[in-house]
């Protein structure tokens, strides 16, 4: 069955620290991936997203994300965290080919300490 | 810079009563969606309508549930005798094209009592 996986719930690190936020998929062909953040009580909104092509994406607020297809993995990184990083992300896939349909990973929830 | 915005940004109603949330996509997109999160979970595909017509839905998608491009700007979702597991966040989004990007709003929280 496809499937959007992201493993931790919950992760906490301090601030300037580096973070790694995973997400697994399973699909039978690369889907087009994206990563969203919502902070409490917000909307969603798209930090990143790949299609093809080089397989580091950039995004704003200074995350990246690599795509390994030997591993169907989308992981999101940053270098440095800061506090206003703290909110919940959420890995997402749409099936190439023109599919609508947008499938969530469950969410982790980044806790920024000082 | 465009975006998908929804109105209200919260509901509350009685059950059993019928609620209409609206949605104003982005101006030159053509798909739009609507998606739930029931609170601590995860965000749920309802809906998504191309050309006036739905072109596909989720099994949570059932017959108290519709939607609608009343005219030009506006998409609704109509949820016709409300329960109390209605209640959650029902976000909107749009895209240009099929299969690519999503924008979504900001969401309404509706709360069933």
């Known amino acids: 069955a496809q499937s959007v996986t992201q493993p931790d719930i919950h992760i906490t690190v301090s601030e300037g620290a580096s973070l790694e936020l995973r997400c697994n998929y399973s699909?039978?062909?690369?889907?087009?991936l994206f990563w969203y953040v919502q902070s409490p009580g917000q909307g969603l909104q798209l930090l990143l997203k790949?299609?093809?092509?080089?397989?580091l994406v950039q995004g704003i607020k200074g995350f990246e994300a690599e795509f390994k297809r030997s591993q169907s993995s989308f992981n999101l990184r940053k270098p440095s965290v800061h506090w206003s990083d703290a909110a919940e992300y959420f890995c997402?896939?749409?099936?190439?080919?023109?599919?609508?349909?947008?499938?969530f990973g469950t969410g982790t929830k980044l806790q920024v300490i000082p | 810079e465009p975006e998908v915005t929804q109105t209200p940004s919260h509901q509350v109603t009685q059950m059993g009563q019928e609620v209409i949330l609206r949605c104003v996509p982005i101006?030159?997109?053509?798909?739009f969606y609507w998606y739930r999160q029931i609170l601590g979970q995860k965000v749920e595909f309802l809906v998504s309508?191309?050309?006036?017509?739905?072109?596909?839905k989720s099994e949570i998608f059932d017959d108290q549930f519709s939607v609608e491009r009343p005219d030009g700007s506006n998409f609704t979702l109509k949820i016709r005798s409300t329960k109390l597991e209605d209640s959650a966040m029902y976000f909107c989004?749009?895209?240009?094209?099929?299969?690519?990007?999503?924008?979504f709003g900001p969401g309404t929280r509706l709360t069933v009592l």
């Open positions: 989004a749009s895209s240009e094209v099929s299969g690519t990007e999503q924008f």
């Open positions: 790949y299609f093809s092509g080089d397989t």
């Open positions: 101006s030159n997109h053509l798909y």
């Open positions: 699909y039978g062909a690369t889907p087009y």
């Open positions: 309508f191309y050309n006036n017509e739905i072109s596909e």
């Open positions: 997402a896939v749409v099936p190439s080919g023109g599919y609508q349909k947008v499938t």
